[in-house]
T-cell receptor, first 116, second 116 residues
Framework: AQTVTQSQPEMSVQEAETVTLSCTYDTSESDYYLFWYKQPPSRQMILVIRQEAYKQQNATENRFSVNFQKAAKSFSLKISDSQLGDAAMYFC?????????????FGQGTELSVKP | DGGITQSPKYLFRKEGQNVTLSCEQNLNHDAMYWYRQDPGQGLRLIYYSQIVNDFQKGDIAEGYSVSREKKESFPLTVTSAQKNPTAFYLCASYEAGANREGSGYTFGSGTRLTVV
């Protein structure tokens, strides 16, 4: 069974600085998808970025980028030029490319606070 | 607008009562999911359904039941057998397909269940 681990329950960053959130996962599969979701106080789940395992190039979305290390099974999220609106809970998630119900497997979450 | 509607937003249950959480989607998605969110534990899968009249247990199905009589609806019943039901419950739907820009998932806004 696949597992996702986020070892940082809380992180803090100064506004305009850069922060990196860590995520590791365990799988025996070779093809899968990885995601970072943001959950602000409204509790709405917002997709931040996604990475296909077969792509070597790290995904980027504006100020958000990932460092995907497939051999190490690591998938960290870097937030550059942090803004107050980035404060939220962040979840790393895994989805198999094979038919396992399409279910997402989530990590425990990292609570990010941004200091003005 | 297409989306997922969860109701109610807040729900209070007395000890020993069954309660049903509603989840409705108008996205024509085949698959639907129920997740439970607790502090420090991320989102854990309760039940999922890939097609009408069929559903599978997730990682924490004990004390819960579901039905999928219509494609649009996937209600979750929290039974009196669930020893610690106080949590935040999220419903999601999923549209399978290749070359998808997002994750394929749409989440509801959640239901906060409290046992009183």
């Amino acid at each position: 069974a696949q597992t996702v681990t986020q070892s940082q329950p809380e992180m803090s960053v100064q506004e305009a600085e850069t922060v990196t959130l860590s995520c590791t996962y365990d799988t025996s599969e070779s093809d899968y998808y990885l995601f970072w979701y943001k959950q602000p106080p409204s509790r709405q789940m917002i997709l931040v970025i996604r990475q296909e395992a077969y792509k070597q190039q790290n995904a980027t979305e504006n100020r958000f980028s990932v460092n995907f290390q497939k051999a190490a099974k690591s998938f960290s999220l870097k937030i550059s030029d942090s803004q107050l609106g980035d404060a939220a809970m962040y979840f790393c998630a895994y989805r198999s490319s094979y038919n396992q119900g399409g279910k997402l497997i989530f990590g425990q979450g990292t609570e990010l606070s941004v200091k003005p | 607008d297409g989306g997922i509607t969860q109701s109610p937003k807040y729900l209070f249950r007395k000890e020993g009562q069954n309660v049903t959480l509603s989840c409705e989607q108008n996205l024509n998605h085949d698959a639907m999911y129920w997740y439970r969110q607790d502090p420090g534990q991320g989102l854990r899968l309760i039940y999922y359904s890939q097609i009408v009249n069929d559903f599978q247990k997730g990682d924490i199905a004990e004390g819960y039941s579901v039905s999928r009589e219509k494609k649009e609806s996937f209600p979750l019943t929290v039974t009196s057998a669930q020893k610690n039901p106080t949590a935040f419950y999220l419903c999601a739907s999923y549209e399978a397909g290749a070359n998808r820009e997002g994750s394929g998932y749409t989440f509801g806004s959640g239901t906060r269940l409290t046992v009183v």
